[in-house]
């Protein structure tokens, strides 16, 4: 199979034309009382993750506003492949046959409005195929499209400029798969104050997904950096899906009903307070553990997490056990970069994977040198063929406790 790895880089905002639009428009409540709290539940860490997730928090979460997170990086190079082969796919249809699909008049009855980037590389084809489903179930929905990250139609004047690699240095590759900016939350703002129920994006900051609504209720604006800190920590806790609920916390063992496991909801104030919590009668767990971790999860320095929207600083944030959850506060944020970042896949080699069974007396060892051999095998048909040797290699035996290093039980 062909081997894809990743580069990110920082393209000016200026440059490529893709500053979001701020236009946000705080909510009002009957009587002309603005909202305190907006509830939003996020139903998706990942492309796959489970279906069951959306029922639990459309029927038991009393949302506002419900979230699918779809997109890691290599999804955007695999959407892009079925992109190429089909041109009306590259969005994950997870979303639409199973995520929302079948619930699509119950979340026009309760209220709920729905963001995703489940768009991919075609939200325009997401969109299409949502509209048609809602279509088939007789249900009036309003489906906004933000496009914009796909650098890939740029791709030549982009490769000859010398754009290099954040943390390498090296300049972009000419076989560059996929390269996708990472948008703001600005322009899903936008398309809530437009009156979209449902709103489709490609590649963007996945904390995006719910400081949109956060900005379009409580009408926050771009100089109210604690404000948008505090929502985009929000996001980040909620944007795994069940990772803040229990799903890889430290004390697994301490965590109940996994098969049940309840998927996170954040209730967030006006003034930036955040309470996580979870639908009533789910598994999982809530507390300070799981949410630092969750926190702490890919941010890189915790004092200056780079956004689209504002620099994070988390440094300062208090976590406080509740009856419902976990309260948090003390989010603080700076003003966000100049450029935006830019997650770039390209094709580096190929790589293959077989499986061998083997048991019995020494079967570790008997493992490890059916392995070398097969490689040393490969080398000698490469020289034979004038071919390159491997870039690299790695032997690990499958139940030898490899990964225990000095703590294995087999040494």
């Not at 009393?62 to 079925?82: C, Q, R």
């Not at 041109?87 to 995520?99: K, Q, T």
């Not at 026009?108 to 949502?130: F, M, Q, T, Y």
């Not at 959850?325 to 190929?350: I, L, N």
Request: include cysteine.
């Amino acid at each position: 199979m062909g081997l894809l790895a990743t580069n990110i880089l920082r393209f000016s905002r200026r440059k490529f034309n893709i500053l979001p639009v701020s236009c946000c428009h705080g909510r009002h409540l009957s009587g002309g009382t603005q909202r305190k709290t907006v509830r939003i539940g996020c139903a998706s860490g990942f492309w796959g993750d489970t279906p069951t997730a959306a029922p639990q928090l459309i029927h038991n979460g009393k949302l506002d506003f419900l979230m699918f997170d779809y997109l890691s990086e290599i999804t955007m190079s695999l959407l892009t492949a079925a992109h190429a082969k089909k041109p009306e796919f590259g969005y994950a249809p997870d979303f639409v046959l199973f995520a929302i699909g079948p619930h699509l008049n119950e979340i026009k009855r309760r209220g709920i409005r729905v963001l995703s980037n489940a768009g991919g590389i075609n939200p325009e084809g997401c969109a299409i195929a949502l509209r048609q489903a809602a279509g088939k179930s007789g249900v009036d929905l309003k489906v906004a499209v933000v496009t914009g990250d796909n650098l890939m139609p740029r791709k030549e004047e982009l490769v000859s400029s010398g754009v290099p690699d954040m943390k390498s240095g090296l300049p972009l590759p000419q076989t560059v798969h996929s390269m996708n900016a990472y948008l703001g939350a600005g322009p899903i703002a936008h398309a809530l104050a437009e009156g979209a129920d449902i709103v489709i994006t490609g590649r963007c900051a996945d904390s995006s997904l719910a400081l949109a609504p956060l900005m379009h209720e409580f009408g926050w604006q771009s100089k109210d950096l604690d404000l948008l800190a505090a929502g985009s920590l929000a996001g980040h806790l909620i944007e795994c899906g069940a990772q803040a609920t229990g799903g890889i916390y430290t004390d697994w063992h301490t965590v109940p009903d996994w098969h049940n496991i309840g998927f996170p909801i954040a209730d967030v104030s006006n003034t930036g307070t955040i309470l996580i919590t979870k639908p009533s009668g789910t598994g999982g767990i809530v507390n300070c553990g799981t949410i630092a971790e969750q926190m702490l999860y890919e941010i890189g320095d915790p004092r200056a997490y780079i956004l689209p929207d504002v620099v994070c600083d988390f440094s300062s944030v208090k976590l406080s056990q509740v009856e419902e959850g976990v309260v948090v506060t003390g989010a603080k944020g700076k003003p966000p970069t100049d450029s935006y970042k830019v997650s770039a896949t390209y094709m580096d080699g190929y790589k293959m994977t077989a499986v061998c069974c083997i048991g019995g007396p020494k079967s570790k060892e008997k493992g490890k040198k059916t392995a070398e051999a097969i490689i040393l095998r490969c080398r000698n048909i490469f020289k034979m063929l004038k071919i390159p040797d491997f870039k690299r290699t790695h032997i690990q035996i499958l139940g030898g406790e490899d990964t225990y290093g000095s703590h294995s039980s087999l040494l």
